[in-house]
Nanobody, 124 residues
Framework: QVQLMESGGGSVQSGGSLTLSCTTS????????MGWFRQPPGKEREAVAF???????TYADSVKGRFTISRDNTQNMVTLQMNSLKPEDTAMYLC??????????????????WGQGTQVTVSS
């Protein structure tokens, strides 16, 4: 059974930083696009940032210039560095893995594997 294991998250004040990590099997890491969706309270799930197997990255407009996604090939891990956090970044963040991204944020329906989620709370 494929697992996406998240770590990181927590509570921080506006302007602060947090780092999220997601590890998976070598098979998924080598073959699949990986990244993050988030779901704010009472709202729909939205794509945040993704990185393809060739290193191509894609970001939601709301996080461009503040969030950075990267791959660590030694640990089969994808990391989301979140800087200059805002209260509107508060959400459950879920690691996700669609087969391919192709330079675009994937739709929900394209995601094959999901993590269980980690909470990020930004206070003003």
């Amino acid at each position: 059974q494929v697992q996406l294991m998240e770590s990181g998250g927590g509570s921080v004040q506006s302007g602060g930083s947090l780092t999220l990590s997601c590890t998976t099997s070598e098979y998924v890491y080598d073959a699949y696009c990986m990244g993050w969706f988030r779901q704010p309270p009472g709202k729909e799930r939205e794509a945040v940032a993704f990185i393809d197997t060739d290193g191509t990255t894609t970001y939601a407009d709301s996080v461009k210039g503040r969030f950075t996604i990267s791959r660590d090939n030694t640990q089969n891990m994808v990391t989301l560095q979140m800087n200059s956090l805002k209260p509107e970044d508060t959400a459950m963040y879920l690691c996700a893995s669609p087969p391919v991204c192709g330079g675009h944020l994937p739709p929900l329906i394209a995601v094959g594997y999901w993590g269980q989620g980690t909470q990020v709370t930004v206070s003003s």
